[in-house]
């Protein structure tokens, strides 16, 4: 079936750290990607997506590109804040009909002033 | 606009015993959303309603689980008797566009966090 694969967390960088949280997805045809967070104590909030192949998705900072010959979804940030500190869910959805949201298992970013 | 809402925000319960929680979706959404999320692992989707029909309930252990949508509008979710490995974050999401939560306007809760002893 159709999965996705994170790095697993947390991940600990200093405020203006260069971030990559690495994701991969196994799926049947060409999904759609996305990149959700979740802050502490707050719902899940769409960050970015891509939908097909070589787009790049982007917001607050944070870039993510579909790259459909590595099937990845990374997502990579310049300069991290210390409010960047959240968990990161990469996901995937089919085009086609109900569909549902795949979730990876999350990273937990943590930054350090 | 105000969000999803969902109560209670925490619950603690023995094994065998009884819960229900309780979701508000943002006005006018169409479709609402039930998931589940055990601690280390991803949001796993248990049901999906448009307006008050079920449209995906294939993950929903409906031997223990169940859901309604009374009205198309707010949203329950119980599980009867509960056992240890339903100790998760249970979320909620509501959403106008065909395109669902992949969709800037769809929306998830901040959950309900069951523990089961």
């Known amino acids: 079936g159709n999965s996705v694969t994170q790095m697993e967390g947390p991940v600990t960088l200093s405020e203006e750290a260069f971030l990559t949280i690495n994701c991969t997805y196994t799926?049947?045809?060409?999904?759609?990607l996305f990149w959700y967070v979740q802050y502490p104590g707050e719902g899940l909030q769409l960050l970015l997506k891509a939908t097909k192949a070589d787009d790049k998705g982007s917001n607050k900072g944070f870039e993510a590109t579909y790259r459909k010959e590595t099937t990845s979804f990374h997502l990579e940030k310049g300069s991290v804040q210390v409010s960047d500190s959240a968990v990161y869910f990469c996901?995937?959805?089919?085009?086609?009909?109900?569909?549902?949201?795949?979730f990876g298992t999350g990273t937990r970013l943590l930054v350090s002033p | 606009e105000a969000g999803v809402a969902q109560s209670p925000r925490y619950k603690i319960i023995e094994k065998r015993q009884s819960v229900a929680f309780w979701c508000n979706p943002i006005s006018g959404h169409a479709t609402l959303y039930w998931y589940q999320q055990i601690l280390g692992q991803g949001p796993k989707l248990l049901i999906q309603?448009?307006?008050?029909?079920?449209?995906?309930d294939s993950q929903l252990p409906k031997d223990r689980f169940s859901a309604e949508r009374l009205k198309g509008v707010d949203s329950t979710l119980k599980i009867q008797p509960a056992k240890l490995e339903d100790s998760a974050v249970y979320l909620c999401a509501s959403s106008s566009s065909g395109r669902g939560l992949a969709d800037p306007r769809g929306y998830f809760g901040p959950g309900t966090r069951l523990t089961v002893l």
């Open positions: 799926a049947t045809g060409y999904p759609s």
């Open positions: 309603f448009q307006n008050n029909g079920v449209v995906d």
């Open positions: 996901a995937l959805k089919m085009n086609t009909g109900f569909q549902k949201l795949v």
